[in-house]
């Protein structure tokens, strides 16, 4: 078994509180109503030369690396698209905010990494992600529009959400309060419970940076990067596994078994208590004894509460449940997690998991 990591992400770069409302001021004066003309001269804005830019770099050579480093900063060559400016980076790719001449808005552009682009499976993964995100219409996913292949470099036209990832809140407020914490929860399990049912899909990769809030406060799913389809499998698992270390699930790391909805059902678990406690369960470890605390049964991190006693019993219970180490006595559907997170809206009880099903948090304070 391969244990792939994915790389890092990078550092947020959203504004927050007085400096966003200034930028979203500004932001909506200058996409107007049709597409308007930049009020500043903005390079990134201005037509692509249809050749790759040289770099000055010692003796005049440009080297592959200097080139993949350029790349990333300069957007792809595409004249129906105004590019305005990066709106993300993740592990494998950076997305632009762009103007699209057609359809008259703005729309997120995912370009894949120059280095992933020689990997025949990378490519592949990136189809799989845009054929996924094209085929889902709902609205707690973000849309793919469509994709292709320019200068060898390989490029995604989604909807574009003009709001921040709960990884870039994270970073700016430490935690999240109960209620928030909630409904995201909800919207999350309403939002998979479809990929899931029509599908089969499972995301492989939820955590907070790649869960988004649209300016009207709409919960979005982003980047199926690793997602899988259970239908599409026919051999069997996967020899390799990929996630993110944090909010993995037991059984991605083992990779003996096809996964399923349980899977994304523990990294939502571990997205949330990081959430709402602004502590990830492991904190501090390295990569492996990270893993190593996902599937061993002795490693707990501590009820949500020794961190913010004023969180709920039903809140901690339901994260429990979630957190469960053994798939099969985990919750075993979306919809099952829906229900509860509204239970806890409603006035009504979630109950602990029953004392046999030992999970990555350890219930009492
Ligand atoms: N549709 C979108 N609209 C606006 N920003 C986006 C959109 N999709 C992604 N982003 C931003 O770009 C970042 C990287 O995108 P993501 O799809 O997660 O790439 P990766 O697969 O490399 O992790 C996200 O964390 C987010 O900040
Ligand atoms: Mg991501």
Redesign the pocket.
């Known amino acids: 078994m391969v244990i792939k990591i994915?790389p890092k992400?990078a550092p947020?770069k959203y504004l927050f509180g007085k400096a966003a409302r200034q930028h979203q001021a500004a932001k909506a004066t200058e996409d107007g109503k049709d597409a308007p003309a930049p009020s500043q001269p903005n390079p990134a804005a201005q037509p692509q030369k249809p050749t790759a830019p040289t770099v000055p770099v010692a003796e005049g050579t440009v080297t592959q690396r200097s080139m993949r480093r350029l790349q990333m900063t300069q957007p792809p060559n595409l004249p129906f698209l105004r590019f305005d400016a990066i709106?993300?980076?993740?592990?494998?790719?950076?997305?632009w905010?762009a103007w699209h001449k057609e359809l008259k808005r703005n729309v997120?552009v995912?370009v894949m990494?120059q280095e992933f682009s020689s990997s025949g499976q990378d490519v592949r993964q990136f189809m799989m992600e845009v054929r996924t995100m094209t085929d889902m219409h709902h609205p707690g996913i973000?849309q793919g529009y469509g994709a292709d292949c320019v200068d060898g470099r390989y490029y995604f036209i989604?909807?574009?959400?003009?709001?921040?990832?709960f990884?870039?809140l994270l970073h700016r407020k430490t935690r999240l309060p109960e209620i928030d914490t909630i409904i995201i929860g909800e919207s999350v399990a309403d939002a998979m419970s479809y990929a899931w049912n029509t599908f089969k899909i499972v995301h492989c990769d939820i955590k907070p940076?790649?869960i988004?809030v649209d300016r009207d406060g709409t919960v979005k799913i982003?980047?199926l990067?690793l997602c899988q389809s259970t239908a599409a499998i026919k051999t069997g698992p996967s020899e390799e596994v990929v996630g993110t270390p944090a909010y993995i699930s037991p059984e991605q790391i083992y990779g003996d078994v096809v996964l399923d909805c349980r899977a994304d059902i523990y990294s939502l678990g571990a997205t949330l208590y990081h959430l709402t406690t602004g502590r990830m369960l492991f904190p501090g470890l390295s990569n492996d004894d990270i893993l190593r605390s996902h599937v061993s049964p002795e490693t707990q991190a501590p009820d949500p509460r020794r961190i913010v006693p004023t969180l709920s019993a039903n809140l901690c219970n339901l994260l429990a449940g979630m957190l469960v180490k053994d798939r099969d006595m985990r919750y075993q559907t979306w919809e099952e997690v829906f229900d509860a997170f509204r239970a806890i809206e409603t006035g009504g009880t979630v109950p602990p998991p029953p004392p046999e099903a030992i999970a990555s948090i350890r219930l009492g304070v």
């Not at 709106?87 to 997305?95: F, L, N, Q, R």
């Not at 989604?158 to 990832?165: K, Q």
């Open positions: 994915k992400e947020p709106a993300g980076k993740g592990g494998m790719a950076v997305v905010r997120a995912k990494n973000v989604m909807d574009y959400v003009d709001g921040y990832t990884g870039s940076e790649n988004m982003t980047d990067g």
